[in-house]
């Protein structure tokens, strides 16, 4: 049996991917792995593979009661930082930000479906395996998933120098409440997405459209960030926005950008609770 700090770091990813929520996939990871030392690990043939299946089973049970019990319209994910060069985490496997926003737009079983085939590469029969449907169902899953996120793809490459340039520009920008240059930055369709949990209010969960998203983001740095310190940083492969007030961050800020390199999507994750971990 691999390390135990290995194994975790191995199982991580498939819990995260499917909850978007650190300590949620910590607690899954050590159910299910306090369940695997009782059980008589000689009657096992695969321990990593039985391994994985009983943490995507363990996530999409929880995924199911979280969203049973969800309160706020716009939940996203907890971010993490993916350009550390050591980490507890095996971050290649960590989805960009964006599609992990787009795929809590499917139910539980879509999203385990579409991962397992999309991000990790399984064949319909062992995905059948892992959830316990048949092969033809596995397929029909992943059909109706793809056209429900097809219409709704976001166009992301992944975090490059290009992008900081651009990041540090609109920072520039917002500072400066400088409309002219903020408005060739966004696209058309821009979105602001606020995720404040249950202990704070956001000033808006969903916003829209260019001039709207102006007057809110610069509405916001005026009147919230003024005084903080800006960090540029790479969260869930995306460039993301770090604001600090003191060694306390604030606010992430994870940006999605167009083949174009306009801005289509900003994620604001004001929630403490997904903060604390960055």
Do not use: W
């Not at 300590?23 to 695997?36: A, G, H, P, S």
């Amino acid at each position: 049996m691999n390390d135990l700090n290995i194994l975790r770091k191995k199982l991580f990813p498939y819990a995260y991917n499917i909850l978007g929520n650190i300590d949620d996939c910590q607690d899954v990871i050590q159910e299910v792995l306090i369940k695997f030392n009782e059980k008589e690990v000689s009657s096992i043939s695969n321990p990593n593979a039985y391994l994985i299946k009983s943490v995507i089973n363990q996530a999409i049970n929880l995924k199911k009661k979280n969203d049973r019990e969800r309160q706020q319209k716009i939940r996203l994910p907890e971010p993490i930082v993916t350009n550390q060069s050591e980490s507890t985490i095996e971050l290649d496997e960590i989805l960009n930000y964006s599609i992990l926003v787009l795929l809590d737009t499917l139910n539980t079983k879509e999203r385990a479906v579409f991962l397992l085939k999309e991000a990790f590469d399984y064949e319909h029969v062992e995905i059948a395996e892992i959830l316990e449907i048949s092969t033809e169902n596995s397929r029909q899953i992943l059909t109706r998933a793809k056209k429900k996120l097809k219409l709704r793809k976001p166009e992301i490459t992944s975090s490059s120098a290009k992008d900081r340039k651009y990041i540090e520009k609109y920072v520039c920008a917002i500072r400066k409440g400088d409309v002219k240059t903020l408005e060739q930055m966004l696209s058309d369709e821009v979105q602001v997405l606020a995720d404040a949990g249950n202990k704070l209010q956001a000033i808006a969960e969903l916003t829209s459209g260019i001039e709207n998203t102006i007057k809110l983001m610069t509405y916001v740095y005026e009147n919230n960030q003024k005084d903080l310190e800006i960090k540029i940083e790479e969260v869930n492969h995306q460039s993301a926005l770090l604001f600090y007030k003191g060694t306390t961050l604030i606010n992430c800020q994870i940006f999605e950008l167009n083949a174009e390199g306009k801005i289509t999507s900003i994620f604001s994750v004001v929630d403490p609770d997904k903060l604390m971990k960055i």
